[in-house]
Every structure is written in C-alpha cells, then in structure tokens.
Nanobody, 123 residues
Framework: VQLQAFGGGLVQAGGSLRLSCAAS????????MGWFRQAPGKEREFVAV????????YYADSVKGRFTISRDSAKNTVYLQMNSLKPADTAVYYC?????????????????WGQGTLVTVSS
C-alpha cells in the first residue's frame, strides 16, 4: 500500500482543515488507517484511527471532540477533519496503514506510512 497525505496548510486558531490520505492498492479496505503527527523536537504521536470497515474510531484525548476521522473505500481515501484548531496542533501529519487488529495507536504497529503534510496553526 502506498499512501499520500495532503491538505495541510496555514490556518488561524479556531479554524478548520481537512486532511486527505489517498491510498493505492486493491486491498485498501482491509487496512485499519491511522493519523499521527509530529511537532518539531517531539516524538510522533497518535491522533486517530479508523477500523478497516469504518465502523469504529478512536481518538487521542487531545483531539477528541475536535477531530473526525473517516474513510471512503470507493475512493481509497481516509480523511481527518480538524476543527477548532489550536497552535498546539501545529505539526507534520502522517497517515498510516496497518493490519493489526483493533485500535492500533502506536507507531510500531503500522506498516505503511505516507510522506506527511504540514499543518501550521497561528495564534
């Protein structure tokens, strides 16, 4: 599976962005998809995950209620809708794919990674 993330940019605090992650490969619908982010000088951290069939999602506490992950298997795409953005959300955002069962939330659980897209939230 090859992944390409896009949709990042500069936004003011309180604003919204929608990230997209396009996947290649016929088996996209079999993969659980996650979003992670990495701020300068910090480790990559979990943001959200959606199970392979789209029936279940799980979020980091820091984004719960503000971010929504979704997927469109017909388009081989996973999305991250980000609302009420804060300067603390500034980071490079990565999408990733895994066959690990359940709500995979650790970097090592993911096999495939996109190249990342930068989100900058100004105060």
């Amino acid at each position: 599976v090859q992944l390409q993330a896009f949709g990042g940019g500069l936004v003011q605090a309180g604003g919204s962005l929608r990230l997209s992650c396009a996947a290649s490969g016929r088996t996209f619908s079999s993969y659980t998809m996650g979003w992670f982010r990495q701020a300068p000088g910090k480790e990559r951290e979990f943001v959200a995950v959606i199970i392979w069939n789209g029936d279940s999602t799980y979020y980091a506490d820091s984004v719960k209620g503000r971010f929504t992950i979704s997927r469109d298997s017909a388009k081989n795409t996973v999305y991250l809708q980000m609302n009420s953005l804060k300067p603390a959300d500034t980071a490079v955002y990565y999408c990733a794919a895994t066959l690990t069962p359940g709500w995979a939330s650790r970097v090592y659980e993911y096999t495939f990674w996109g190249q990342g897209t930068l989100v900058t939230v100004s105060s």
